[in-house]
């Protein structure tokens, strides 16, 4: 037997009422499972909201992106997408970090885009290592136009490899900050 009477509650189908109380749940249980406090929680309610209002403005994205002309560029679409969905999930990460919800408010207050010359350095260096990789693509889809990798040496590929992984990894190191999940 259905909980909702009716096709509709609110003017909002059954259907969609089960999928944001099943996502807003599960996602709530999810942050609490990351951490017993009442900050993991809001973290993952934010991440089910999100889903959510996805979910619920489907159409109304589709019909803005047709109207202003993304749905002809996909790739510009793609990297609209990728950011704003980027931004979302670093702005949930406060709440993550936070010890209360007093502490995450003070650091949202705060927050400011201004690099520190050290973060100017690393930003530099991160965008550095995505140009590496995407040129690695770009490589690897042009692989027919680019026949004199094929005659480059095994050994040569693999020092190459080798040394990019080493460089990467040198200077990616920074013990002032462990991985997260180490401290669990």
């Given at each position: 037997?259905?909980?909702?009477?009716?096709?509709?509650?609110?003017?909002?189908?059954?259907?969609?009422?089960?999928?944001?109380?099943?996502?807003?749940?599960?996602?709530?249980?999810?942050?609490?499972?990351?951490?017993?406090a009442w900050t993991f929680a809001a973290w993952?309610?934010?991440?089910?909201?999100?889903?959510?209002?996805?979910?619920?403005?489907?159409?109304l994205r589709r019909r803005g992106a047709r109207?202003?002309?993304?749905?002809?560029?996909?790739?510009?679409?793609?990297?609209?997408?990728?950011?704003?969905?980027?931004?979302?999930?670093?702005?949930?990460?406060?709440?993550?970090?936070?010890?209360?919800?007093?502490?995450?408010?003070?650091?949202?207050?705060?927050?400011?885009?201004?690099?520190?010359?050290?973060?100017?350095?690393?930003?530099?260096?991160?965008?550095?290592?995505?140009?590496?990789?995407?040129?690695?693509?770009?490589?690897?889809?042009?692989?027919?136009?680019?026949?004199?990798?094929?005659?480059?040496?095994?050994?040569?590929?693999?020092?190459?490899?080798?040394?990019?992984?080493?460089?990467?990894?040198?200077?990616?190191?920074?013990?002032?900050?462990?991985?997260?999940?180490?401290?669990?």
């Amino acid at each position: 037997a259905r909980r909702i009477p009716g096709d509709r509650l609110w003017g909002i189908r059954a259907d969609a009422w089960a999928y944001s109380v099943g996502v807003l749940v599960t996602f709530t249980l999810a942050g609490l499972w990351h951490g017993a406090a009442w900050t993991f929680a809001a973290w993952g309610a934010v991440h089910g909201a999100c889903l959510v209002v996805s979910h619920a403005t489907t159409r109304l994205r589709r019909r803005g992106a047709r109207v202003s002309g993304l749905r002809s560029r996909p790739r510009l679409h793609a990297a609209v997408q990728v950011g704003a969905t980027f931004m979302l999930v670093s702005a949930a990460w406060v709440l993550f970090r936070a010890a209360s919800f007093e502490n995450a408010w003070t650091y949202a207050r705060y927050l400011q885009f201004k690099l520190p010359p050290q973060g100017c350095a690393n930003l530099l260096f991160d965008l550095a290592l995505v140009a590496v990789f995407l040129s690695l693509e770009w490589v690897q889809r042009n692989r027919p136009r680019l026949a004199v990798l094929d005659l480059m040496p095994i050994e040569v590929k693999a020092i190459g490899y080798a040394l990019f992984v080493a460089v990467t990894l040198a200077l990616s190191v920074d013990a002032a900050n462990p991985f997260i999940y180490f401290r669990f």
